[in-house]
């Protein structure tokens, strides 16, 4: 597990893309599981906010297109 600051202006989606590469519901869910305590803050979280970053695949498996034909 690893912690990083937040940046003025991060959104908690916007963190976890940025420092993981992901931002799907599970990458997403496991960074809430750790940080409970972000709930408490702002939709847009101030500057130097501790995050503990779930220990998720950098790339998510690659899903197959839908196509308007199948």
């Given at each position: ?5 937040s940046i003025a202006g991060d959104s ?32 847009v979280l101030p500057a130097g906010v ?10 998510p498996m690659a899903v197959a297109p ?5």
């Amino acid at each position: 597990m690893r912690r990083v600051r937040s940046i003025a202006g991060d959104s908690v989606n916007l963190l976890l893309f940025r420092e993981t590469g992901r931002s799907d519901d599970a990458a997403e869910e496991a960074l809430w599981r750790l940080n409970p305590a972000l709930s408490e803050q702002a939709a847009v979280l101030p500057a130097g906010v501790w995050v503990s970053l779930p220990e998720v695949e950098r790339h998510p498996m690659a899903v197959a297109p839908v196509s308007a034909w199948d």
